[in-house]
């Protein structure tokens, strides 16, 4: 299985600021990646597919870039609505593989 | 807006076996692109990819769990259904279903979970 790393695993930021997220893989996996967004007691939501591409309905301020076995996903002038915990997805080859997640606080 | 509902019985005891379901409504599960997939996430951990299916049958398990795991889909109830054996603590976990689409960039396919359900929880224990 592709082993799929994230950091950090928790983070504290203000509104306004830009968040960046860490993601690696175990192998390279070409742009095979996608970002997705889950707050408590909601369905998880994608974010960000093929490492860079922004879901339709995304506001702009989330972008991704990377490829091969490291990844980013930056959320520039943070909101508070972003309080969240951030995932990874390898699509690459199956079984299908996620980060441990990232938690980020709004302060 | 196609929406997914899990539903099941909360608690199981050990060596049982789980049975979960996923509802679709605003929309049918009949596809020629969509998987239906199920993911649990324990406390503390990532999420795990359990395994997909489509409407024709065709499926794929993850191989840490596959020898336990069965998945089917009734059509005519727009339902996906999820069968795990001889459970232990260690399958406590939220249990979504999720629909897998293709996402087409230029000529490059990506597979993306674009619709989740909220998940149902599951405890194993006597």
């Known amino acids: 299985d592709i082993q799929m790393t994230q950091s950090p695993s928790s983070l504290s930021a203000s509104v306004g600021d830009r968040v960046i997220i860490s993601c690696r893989a175990s192998?390279?996996?070409?742009?095979?990646l996608n970002w997705y967004q889950h707050k408590p007691g909601k369905a998880p939501k994608i974010l960000i597919y093929g490492a860079v591409n922004l879901q339709s309905g995304v506001p702009s301020r989330f972008s991704g870039s990377g490829s091969g076995t490291g990844f980013t996903l930056t959320i520039s002038n943070v909101q508070s609505e972003d309080c969240a915990t951030y995932y990874c997805q390898q699509s690459n080859s199956t079984p299908w593989t996620f980060g441990q997640g990232t938690k980020v606080e709004i302060k | 807006q196609v929406q997914l509902q899990e539903s099941g019985p909360g608690l199981v005891k050990p060596s049982q076996t789980l049975s979960l379901t996923c509802t679709v409504s605003?929309?049918?599960?009949?596809?020629?692109?969509?998987?239906w997939t199920w993911i649990r996430q324990s406390a503390g951990e990532g999420p795990k990819w359990i395994g997909r299916i489509n409407t024709s049958g065709a499926t794929t398990y993850n191989p840490s769990l596959n020898s336990r795991v069965t998945m089917s889909v009734d059509t005519s109830k727009n339902q996906i259904f999820l069968k795990m054996t001889s459970v232990t603590a260690a399958d406590t976990a939220l249990y979504y279903c999720?629909?897998?689409?293709?996402?087409?960039?230029?000529?490059?396919?990506?597979?993306?979970?674009?619709?989740w359900g909220q998940g149902t929880a599951v405890i194993v224990s006597s």
């Open positions: 192998q390279g996996i070409g742009l095979s």
């Open positions: 999720a629909r897998q689409t293709v996402l087409m960039v230029l000529a490059d396919r990506n597979y993306v979970l674009d619709v």
């Open positions: 605003g929309g049918s599960i009949i596809s020629d692109i969509y998987y």
